[in-house]
T-cell receptor
């Protein structure tokens, strides 16, 4: 069964304190792995797509990496405005469905 | 460019009432999706439509029906609402082997 597990469930960081969020997945043929940011009361906002092991993508203070079994979202020197829930999703080969993890709630304190 | 638009944004229903959640996208995407989001459960797929004229069940389809009215519109209907259907509902669309784009959600309470 295709599955996505995110850890930790919640993370509190001081401003400037770098850390990583984990997304472990089992899927029958990965079409793509996606990272989203979700602010309270809003829909998920797309951040990155990764397609194959070894791929990396960067945007401002965020960097996403992918291996054959997991993905990491590295946050370098975070700011309070980075506080949000970060969601990971996979799309399996031969299907149009996206399977989501339960997310990591990130709080960055000033 | 509006992206994915959902209506209504908020709704309160009594148990047993019916309603339809509307979703429209203006990105010429083939695939559209309905998810529900509950605390601690993440986003769970209710139904999806890979292309105009087709619909398929997702993980939690019971109690729901969908209609892919045309390429732009994908509606979700609750025939007889139950308190267990209290949730935030998101519509999404995508154009192929790419990311999905989400609407802002409909917050539904069934009392």
């Amino acid at each position: 069964e295709d599955q996505v597990t995110q850890s930790p469930e919640a993370l509190r960081l001081q401003e400037g304190e770098s850390s990583s969020l984990n997304c472990s997945y089992t899927v029958s043929g990965l079409r793509g792995l996606f990272w989203y940011r979700q602010d309270p009361g809003k829909g998920p906002e797309f951040l990155f797509t990764l397609y194959s092991a070894g791929e990396e993508k960067e945007k401002e203070r965020l960097k996403a990496t992918l291996t054959k079994k997991e993905s990491f979202l590295h946050i370098t020197a975070p700011k309070p405005e980075d506080s949000a829930t970060y969601l990971c999703a996979v799309q399996a080969g031969g299907t149009y469905k996206y399977i989501f993890g339960t997310g990591t709630r990130l709080k960055v304190l000033a | 460019n509006a992206g994915v638009t959902q209506t209504p944004k908020f709704q309160v229903l009594k148990t047993g009432q019916s309603m339809t959640l509307q979703c429209a996208q203006d990105m010429n995407h083939n695939s559209m999706y309905w998810y529900r989001q509950d605390p601690g459960m993440g986003l769970r797929l209710i139904y999806y439509s890979a292309s105009e004229g087709t619909t398929d069940k997702g993980e939690v389809p019971n109690g729901y029906n969908v209609s892919r009215l045309n390429k732009r519109e994908f509606s979700l209907r609750l025939e007889s609402a139950a308190p267990s259907q209290t949730s935030v509902y998101f519509c999404a669309s995508n154009g192929g082997n790419t990311e999905a784009f989400f609407g802002q959600g409909t917050r539904l309470t069934v009392v």
